[in-house]
């Protein structure tokens, strides 16, 4: 696993629960709005430390009994090659797992379901799943992004577990329409507006450099 951050204690990353977060590096997507660029950009990571996983088991361990759970973000956490792994431990260390996730590995999700791994899912849904909306905020042309999105979807819906569809709403890009839309879509399951902040994100240091 490449981690590049811990958050040791918080509460707002999993409602009700004092969890742990642990950041990994890299991700396919190029949000402008992005607080992470130091997890995204490649020239970034490079310059970044890394946290080795025995530090993070050795942190739980001490924290057993006080924390409640432990969030996985990023990045993008289902690009990591031993993501099934890492979480197979942290729930061995008896602590319930929530994932954040773009949705863009839907195998990666079907494993860590297949597994019971995974005890809530948060999934950032960009747009509505149209490649040009995509493509506004995320800043990647690839067809096969909203397939992948679109299973991820399905797989999380019927997972079973307990989960979380969210937007961040962007000035200039989710119109009226497209904020109707996904209400519309996902009326039927958990879904939030997240707002939008400015401010030291990936735009900002794309724009400066």
């Not at 809530?120 to 493509?135: L, P, R």
């Not at 819906?157 to 497209?178: C, M, W, Y």
């Not at 507006?193 to 990936?202: A, M």
């Amino acid at each position: 696993m490449k981690i590049g951050g811990l958050v040791k204690q918080s509460f707002c990353d999993w409602e009700g629960k004092l969890s742990a977060v642990v950041f990994t590096q890299g991700c396919n997507f190029r949000c402008a709005y992005c607080h992470n660029p130091s997890l995204v950009l490649p020239e970034l990571i490079k310059t970044q430390p890394t946290i080795p996983e025995d530090d993070i088991f050795s942190f739980l361990k001490q924290r057993g009994g006080w924390l409640d759970a432990v969030v996985i973000s990023g990045g993008e956490p289902t690009m990591q090659a031993d993501l099934s792994e890492f979480i197979a431990k942290i729930k061995n260390m008896g602590f319930p797992v929530k994932l954040d996730t773009n949705g863009t590995c839907p195998e990666i999700l079907a494993l860590l379901f297949k597994n019971n791994l995974l005890d809530f899912v948060a999934m950032d849904i960009k747009s509505v799943c149209k490649q040009e909306e995509y493509e506004n905020v995320t800043g990647i042309s690839d067809c096969k992004v909203i397939t992948s999105v679109l299973n991820s979807i399905a797989l999380i819906i019927a997972s079973g577990i307990p989960f979380q569809f969210r937007t961040t709403l962007l000035p200039d890009v989710h119109n009226e329409k497209i904020k109707k839309d996904l209400l519309s879509a996902f009326a039927s399951y958990p879904f939030v507006f997240q707002e939008y902040r400015e401010g030291n994100n990936l735009g900002d240091y794309l724009k400066c450099n």
